[in-house]
């Protein structure tokens, strides 16, 4: 039984998270050399991050379509968005980048955001219930 049918919290939230990584995979293949200038990242992080945005969009995407889920996969998200925030921090922890005081701000504010999104895709998966039944599984995205 670890199937749920997928909350309209859970799906909402998985939208919003698509709508701000979408806007950010945007920005960082559209104008890579402009935000590099600008925030003093990598011009090949800016690329990479945006190629992931695009696959993690699409996925998003596909989870929130879904009236039900496997659970541990929706919870895969948030884990992975928790995950996400963490190696934000750590790149500037660790000295991997040196960004300017504009760069410091746009990854601290984008790994809150990011958490932020794992505790709203939390509370959606424990609002979503358990489907019951052996056909619940042939559902599952």
């Known amino acids: 039984m670890n199937s ?16 701000a990584s979408g806007a950010i995979g945007a920005l960082h293949l559209a104008r890579p050399q402009a935000v590099t200038g600008l925030l003093n990242l990598p011009e090949a992080l800016l690329q990479g991050t ?25 919870l895969f ?15 500037l922890v660790l000295g991997m980048v040196a960004p300017s005081a504009l760069g410091e701000a746009y990854v601290v504010v ?7 999104f794992a505790w709203l895709q939390y509370i959606g998966v424990k609002k979503s219930l358990p489907v019951a039944g052996a056909a619940a599984s042939m559902r599952t995205v």
Do not use: E
């Open 4 to 19: 749920i049918q997928t909350s309209r919290f859970l799906k909402n939230a998985f939208i919003a998270d698509a709508v």
């Open 50 to 74: 945006g190629l992931f945005m695009v696959v993690y969009v699409l996925m998003l995407a596909g989870l929130a379509a879904s009236r039900t889920l496997w659970r541990p996969l929706a």
């Open 77 to 91: 998200v948030v884990v992975g968005n928790v995950l996400w925030a963490l190696a934000s921090i750590d790149i």
């Open 110 to 116: 984008q790994a809150i955001a990011t958490l932020g």
